[in-house]
Nanobody, 122 residues
């Protein structure tokens, strides 16, 4: 139901835009988010966005570099990643809650995409 895309290999300082397209249902009015998981580490919250797009939250390490947005007409959420660093290397997952409450806890997101690999070389 959630299909993430847009990952790839990029040099440090470069940019990528991830997309997460929802199919089969409309995720409204729900919070959607992006998480990432680096090798050997747990799943980490990256960013989340309200249904209207008017509220967003970011983990401190990506503030000022990443921007989450959504196009509800296209049922798609985006993560624009600029000034990428090697420590941003991870598999990135999009997720959707079944309500409008913000949380950084991955276990409270009900729907998950399959993940897309982002690799940042130094």
């Amino acid at each position: 139901q959630l299909q993430a895309s847009g990952g790839g290999l990029v040099q440090a300082g470069g940019s990528l835009r991830l997309s997460c397209a929802a199919s089969g249902r409309t995720f409204s009015p729900t919070v959607m988010g992006w998480f990432r998981q680096a090798p050997g580490k747990g799943r980490e919250f990256v960013a989340s966005i309200s249904w209207s797009g008017g509220r967003t939250y970011y983990t401190d390490s990506v503030k000022g570099r990443f921007t989450i947005s959504r196009d509800n007409a296209k049922n798609t959420v985006y993560l624009q990643m600029n000034s990428l660093k090697p420590e941003d290397t991870a598999v990135y997952y999009c997720a959707a809650r079944s309500n409008t409450v913000f949380t950084t806890r991955s276990d409270l997101y009900r729907y998950w995409g399959q993940g897309t690999q982002v690799t940042v070389s130094s």
